[in-house]
C-alpha cells in the first residue's frame, strides 16, 4: 500500500500524472514541486504529503492509495460492544475502521497512518488525544466523541463533534457520508 510511503520516486510521480519522469524533474528545478536529494546518487524523492498538495493545487485528481487517511477511522475505545457497535456503522458509511483500547497505540496509529476521522468512546481522553493531534497540524482530521463533554464550552473550542450512542447512529452515518467528511 503506497499510503505507507513516506517518499516517492520521479517515476512513481511520472506514473501518477502520465508524464516523463524528465517532467516531474523539471518540476522540481523549477520549484511547483517539494523533493530533496539522497545521499550519495543524488536521486530525487517526492514526500507524498507534498506530492497530494500539488496534485490538488494543481486541480489534479489525488489517486485513492495516497489519499492520506482517506475514509479511515481511528476509534480509541474499550473493546466492547458499543465500540463494536461504532466500528460496524463507520463502515456502513463506507470507511475503514481501526480500533484500540490503547492510548499509546492511538497516537502511533495517528502517526503511522494519518486517518480522516478520530474518535473516542469518552470525553476524558479528549485532552489527551488533542496533544498528539498538534503533531499533525495543518492536516483536517474530522474528530468524534461518543460521550457528552465533561466541559461543554472546552469542547465546542476544539471542533469536536459529539454524538449519543446509539440514538445518534443514522446522524453519524449521514455525516460520514456526506461530502463534507469525505
Known amino acids: 500500500m503506497v499510503r505507507d510511503k513516506q517518499a516517492l520516486t520521479t517515476g512513481e510521480v511520472a506514473k501518477y500524472c502520465g508524464v516523463n519522469f524528465r517532467t516531474v524533474i523539471r518540476w522540481i528545478e523549477r520549484g511547483h514541486l517539494d523533493a530533496y536529494k539522497l545521499p550519495g546518487r ?82 476524558k481522553d479528549r485532552q489527551s488525544v488533542e496533544k498528539v493531534l498538534k503533531d499533525v497540524e495543518g492536516r483536517d482530521i474530522l474528530c468524534l466523541c461518543f460521550d457528552a463533554p465533561i466541559n461543554k464550552e472546552a469542547a465546542n473550542s476544539h471542533s469536536w463533534l459529539y454524538y449519543s450512542w446509539p440514538q445518534d447512529q443514522q446522524e453519524l452515518i449521514n455525516h460520514l457520508t456526506s461530502d463534507v467528511a469525505a
Open 42 to 123: 543524488g536521486d530525487n524523492r517526492i514526500p507524498v504529503e507534498s506530492f497530494v498538495t500539488f496534485l490538488k493545487g494543481n486541480n489534479m485528481p489525488v489517486p485513492d492509495d495516497l489519499a492520506l487517511g482517506g475514509k479511515t477511522l481511528l476509534l480509541l475505545g474499550d473493546n466492547n460492544e458499543t465500540s463494536i457497535e461504532i466500528a460496524a456503522a463507520v463502515r456502513r458509511a463506507g470507511w475503514d475502521v481501526m480500533v484500540t483500547a490503547d492510548p499509546i497505540q492511538f497516537g502511533f496509529l495517528i502517526a503511522q497512518h494519518q486517518p480522516g476521522a478520530i474518535a473516542i468512546s469518552a470525553d
